[in-house]
Nanobody
Framework: QVQLVESGGGLVQPGGSLRLSCAVS????????GAWFRKTPGKEREFVAA?????RYADSVKGRFTISRDNVKNTVYLQMNSLKPEDTAVYYC?????????????????WGQGTQVTVSS
């Protein structure tokens, strides 16, 4: 039973920072692609960042967010700086054990439950 558990969400003021973590457990994967997506009410799920052989970012977060991974801890991170109110969303991590990766949610076969990020003064 594969499990992805996100943590690190919360309330932060505009311009602030948060680091999200996604701990992967339940199986030992030799490798996988990781990604973060986000969703707000009334909108489609939106790609944020992905890490595979390299990294990829949505234009809206480029230069502000950084995705990384720790293969020993089996964890994918999302460092979010210079946060804006429009970054408010539920953030989901996902992994793709086939290492297709990329910006399309359909490529990912395991998902976390999500963590709320609220950017407000």
């Amino acid at each position: 039973q594969v499990q992805l558990v996100e943590s690190g969400g919360g309330l932060v003021q505009p311009g602030g920072s948060l680091r999200l973590s996604c701990a992967v457990s339940g199986r030992t994967f030799t490798s996988y692609a990781g990604a973060w997506f986000r969703k707000t009410p009334g909108k489609e799920r939106e790609f944020v960042a992905a890490i595979n052989w390299g990294t990829r970012y949505a234009d809206s977060v480029k230069g502000r967010f950084t995705i990384s991974r720790d293969n020993v801890k089996n964890t994918v991170y999302l460092q979010m700086n210079s946060l804006k109110p429009e970054d408010t969303a539920v953030y989901y991590c996902a992994i793709d054990t086939s290492r297709r990766g990329g910006a399309y949610a359909t490529a990912y076969d395991y998902w976390g439950q999500g963590t709320q990020v609220t950017v407000s003064s």
